[in-house]
């Protein structure tokens, strides 16, 4: 008999007791062969979690991926790229944090979590965004397309990472085909390919690409997981060539 416990938990039941085993560390130890199953089949759909301007590996899934679904149903999970970025700065990587709402009691779902109004988020990470790329090749040519993002209060996390999201998609010119789950599977049942625990702040991404230029890069060297904005205002429209490439 097996029931589920929450976002995290598989609880195994029979006559002796129970055992426990969480969920992402089952995820984490089978997300290699996952990956490696998304480069031979990526013809196949994938499941991806929403993210504040994921990382470059993020959107090179989704420019080499024919179909996504992205995960609408599941609990809000801390200290993720759901609300958090990696930009390249002078000093090195900084992460941009959005805050958000305490809620109380059970875990909120992912599109009922609200961003905090007792904080300038949004000003502060414009700041530094411009701090570290007003220098880049293609900064100027894009700021207006994400600053009025950075501009207008948003009240839910999902809508203002949905809304950027598309953005991204619509500058990197991606036909990529987009759907939302409908319910949370911890363990999806049909074909798709299940990326959501691929990308995290606290460990590299197996997906790889072939570096680019980045401004400090004289300086730190080549830095990988960043945003997906320090592609874009590096590369520009070359930034296509980098994310469709078939660099397994």
């Not at 598989?10 to 998304?38: C, P, R």
Request: charged share 30%; net charge neutral; hydrophobic share 35%.
């Amino acid at each position: 008999m097996e029931k589920l416990d929450g976002r995290g938990f598989l609880k195994m039941q029979h006559d002796k007791g129970i055992f426990d085993f969480s969920l992402k560390e089952v995820q984490y130890k089978n997300q290699a062969k996952i990956t490696a199953q998304w480069k031979c089949k990526n013809s196949m759909p994938v499941l991806l979690s929403l993210a504040y301007l994921a990382p470059v590996e993020y959107y090179k899934v989704l420019a080499n991926s024919s179909e996504i679904f992205i995960e609408k149903e599941e609990n809000y999970i801390k200290q993720t790229y759901r609300n958090r970025c990696k930009i390249l700065t002078a000093n090195g990587v900084l992460d941009l944090i959005i805050p958000v709402e305490k809620s109380e009691g059970n875990k909120p779902s992912i599109k009922d979590v609200k961003i905090s109004i007792h904080s300038d988020w949004q000003k502060q990470h414009w700041r530094a965004i411009v701090s570290a790329y007003s220098s880049s090749p293609f900064f100027e040519y894009y700021e207006d397309d994400l600053y009025p993002f950075f501009e207008k209060k948003w009240l839910f996390l999902w809508d203002f990472n949905q809304e950027i999201q598309n953005k991204i998609i619509e500058l990197f010119d991606l036909e990529t085909q987009i759907n939302f789950t409908e319910k949370f599977e911890p363990f999806p049942a049909d074909k798709r390919i299940d990326l959501r625990e691929e990308f995290h702040p606290k460990r590299q991404s197996k997906i790889e690409y072939s570096p680019y230029y980045q401004v400090f890069r004289e300086k730190f060297g080549f830095v990988k997981g960043l945003s997906v904005i320090d592609l874009l205002f590096n590369m520009g429209n070359e930034s296509q060539f980098i994310l469709s490439e078939k660099y397994f």
